[in-house]
């Protein structure tokens, strides 16, 4: 092997189940992740000091929107904070712009500059505190002196920084993933031409498997077995939250966890004594974007960007998706699952599963950081099986931002390269997609929609539809109960109506016919 073949040497998680009075802090968490990574590559804490390169995946509470308002000590620049915590100096240090996509994309970044020699020894690293974090808030309870930092200089930052919505879309409620993603699910059963009641069992049973792993998984926020029938029969612990989405079937962004992973050159690798039988390689790798704003796509039942990353990463790895031992697909609504299983060529029903984790809504969704678990249990079961492959996915924003990696214990062979996203990017942009109407006018067909609901109980539904000329809109209906029931108790796709602008003006209106 080449001596700059990047490697995997070590993965380390941690799960904070305690008080939240007394919980971590943000780096208490990155560093427990950091210290068990150099541990299982069975190096020192002290061993952290040596690292040149540092990648921070960014934290939910610096996205753009409410949560940057929150009021507790914040930290000014992770990266800088978390070194000098761990008695690093790197020459390079980054921080990730938001999106769920990050941790494979940080992973794919720091193994490029290992291949082309400006680094030797990285560590890719997250995690999310928003449980312990609300708490604190919601109860009034003191934050420790070192929970922020009194660092100076923003941190350089990773990824793309464009927000998920336009404000057209943030403004008819677009902005939040609770509501975006059931306007896939809902135009993917339409397509289809499943019944409503079919198709949410369908949900039950894609998601049960998911709960069964992550009752067998120690680091599970929520280790629970669960029925298809629980996890779609509305109930006081299972409300609704978006159509067609009970509580069950989102993920959970309220925890405490941390994960990340040691990377290396084969020579630093052997340098520092890392046993071969921890390594794991980075086979193949690709991150592209769809049409960026929802409102762009082509349609709201794929994603060409995950087709076109997995396709590149299995062409990089130089196998086939039959080849493929172990599957973790990025799982925050069943949507993303179902989405990315046929874009890739799996089916349904696979025999191998698509979770090593539990998914998101089981083991757990820690903000951005959910795929750097999946990395971390992939590399356990590739050494429980040396020549094993395992296929990880992350997906950034409402199916924007992919990310794939291909990985297994059988070393790499030839130089290793990742081809520059700008090639699949460009093959993306060039897409056609709908032209866009911001204040439509007179006669509509709903394309696709979702009803949104608060604790209290019926609160609004988005439709996004097409005019009389055949161009895409988005707009809200009359908060009237009638209306949003009538829209959860038979298929609203295809169903005309008529859209018209608000009496302010901020807003379109589609009453149905």
Known sequence: MDEHTPVLIGAGQFTYRGKAEVAPTPIDLVAVAAERAAKDAGLGPESLAGLDALAVVGFTVDAPGGLERLPFPRLKNPPKSLARRLGADPR??????????????????LCERIARGET???????????GSLMKRIRTG?????DY?????????????PRPGATPQEAAHGLGFPVNTYPLFENALRARDGRSLEDHQQRLGELF???????????????????SPEELITVTEQNRMISYPYPKYLNAIMEVDQSAGVLIASVKKARELGVPEDRWVYLHGCADASDLWYPMDRQDFHSSPAIRLTGKRALEMAGIGLDQIDYIDLYSCFPVAVEVAAEELGLAIDDPRGFTVTGGLPYAGGPGNNYAMHGVVVMMQKLRARPGTYGLCTANGWFLTKQSTG????TPVEGPWGRQDPKVLQKEIDALPH???????EGPATIETYTVCHSREGYRMAIVIGRDAEGRRFVANTPPDQAVL?????REGVGRTGTVRPSQDGKLNIFTPD
């Open 92 to 109: 390079h240090a980054v921080y990730s712009h938001m999106g769920g996509n990050s941790s494979q994309q940080v992973i794919n970044h």
């Open 120 to 130: 030797d020894f990285a560590l890719a690293v997250g995690a999310e505190f928003l």
């Open 141 to 145: 309870a003191p934050f420790p002196p």
């Open 148 to 160: 922020g930092d009194d660092e100076t200089g923003a941190p350089e930052r990773i990824g793309d």
């Open 208 to 226: 049960s498997p998911f709960t069964k792993v992550a009752a067998q998984n120690p680091d599970a926020w929520f280790p629970t077995e669960r």
């Open 406 to 409: 291909i990985y297994s214990t």
């Open 434 to 440: 709908p032209e866009i109407v911001e204040t439509p």
């Open 485 to 489: 029931m009538d829209l959860e108790s």
